[in-house]
């Protein structure tokens, strides 16, 4: 197992992270300071709906953003490397090699004129370009039977639309981790797998994640996701961190009306089978124009309870939580354990 941090530092540090988009329309805020961090042999679990800067933010770290049509400040340091503003070239030493993403649709990342084997040897070339083609594709056939393809002496021939669901999400795992990287970002890894084949999947990246001590980040909006797998969870709305800390932390004692929102609009396997669930109301706020206030105020159904309009008018700083240890949360409401026990929590 490599060592949990670099020179003392985790191996990613995200620290006031804005992304921003011209448009004809105004400026999309997408995120707005965000800071996180990420050890060596750990997991951040990063949650959300859609929109929340969950995507954006990841993107930003592997560098895909077009910089001449985004705005990105802050810090990225991927082990002693700030990235933001890093040249072309550079960055694709650091894309592939020290940080590699599955993204959440392998059939259209995939490309299907192409075999399974040779994108995999590709991958493999643009970092070992001294490599033979040979030495390339047993590399591929090695990763594919790491993931757990069966035959991947054969397979590895095969196309895209030879593979099913699952297989392509196997093969798209083998592709990110054909170069060792010590960080892999997982973009929403199960959503359109069924659950047998999510399990799978989860499974595999936990033993993985064993075998290589690498760090991972996962985008999801699946709690359950969170729970299999997550050391810590960063809760994002409206392109801002609302709530951060230990996943056990986050999933028993929450703070914010946000998470209360997620918990308790997902089914769970052990509870009542009588309860209904309770969505979020309303949508999430235009990320051209946030309100002035608190970005989840318009949809919180405790924001009547501060005074004078204080949820409305001021926007929060992320503070400590009630319980302390690391659990940061971006609310203005006094009590939100008490509200959670009495609440909530009778609802979950």
Not at 14 to 34: H, M
Not at 96 to 114: A, E, K, R
Not at 152 to 161: C, G, K, Q
Request: charged content about 25%.
């Amino acid at each position: 197992m490599t060592d949990a941090t670099t020179n003392g530092r985790p191996f990613l540090e995200v620290e006031d992270l804005s992304v921003r988009f011209p448009t004809a329309d105004g400026v999309v805020a997408a995120v707005q300071g965000l800071s996180y961090s990420v050890e060596l042999g750990k997991t951040l679990g990063i949650v959300g709906e859609s929109g929340s800067g969950k995507s954006v933010s990841s993107m930003a770290i592997m560098g895909l953003h077009d910089t001449k049509r985004t705005k990105i400040d802050g810090l990225i340091r991927v082990e002693d490397t700030d990235i933001v503003g890093l040249e072309d070239e550079k960055m694709r030493r650091v894309r592939g090699n020290l940080v590699s993403m599955i993204f959440q649709d392998p059939l259209s990342s995939l490309h299907p004129f192409f075999s399974i084997g040779d994108q995999i040897s590709e991958a493999y070339l643009s970092h070992h370009p001294r490599a033979s083609k040979s030495t390339a594709k047993k590399r591929a056939i090695e990763m594919l039977d790491r993931v757990g393809i069966p035959q991947a002496n054969r397979r590895v021939d095969d196309y895209p639309h030879q593979f099913s669901g699952g297989m392509r999400q196997r093969a798209m795992i083998a592709m990110a981790l054909v170069n060792d990287p010590k960080l892999l970002i997982a973009d929403e890894p199960t959503t359109a797998l069924d659950v047998t084949v999510q399990a799978q999947i989860l499974d595999l990246l936990q033993d993985l994640q064993r075998e290589f001590g690498s760090a991972i980040i996962i985008i999801t909006h699946d709690l359950g996701v969170v729970a299999e797998m997550a050391d810590e969870v960063l809760v994002m709305y409206a392109g801002r961190c609302v709530e951060y800390g230990a996943a056990k932390e986050i999933l028993t004692h929450p703070e914010h009306p946000y998470t209360w929102g997620l918990l308790t609009s997902a089914p769970h396997l052990t509870g009542d089978p009588d309860l209904r669930l309770t969505p979020i109301r309303g949508n999430p706020p235009s990320l051209i124009d946030l309100p002035k206030g608190c970005s989840f105020e318009p949809r919180c159904p405790y924001a009547n309870r501060l005074p004078d309009n204080r949820a409305a008018e001021v926007l929060p700083e992320l503070r400590p939580g009630g319980r302390g240890r690391g659990h940061l949360v971006r609310c203005h409401l006094p009590n939100p354990e008490e509200i959670f026990v009495n609440e909530v929590q009778p609802r979950l």
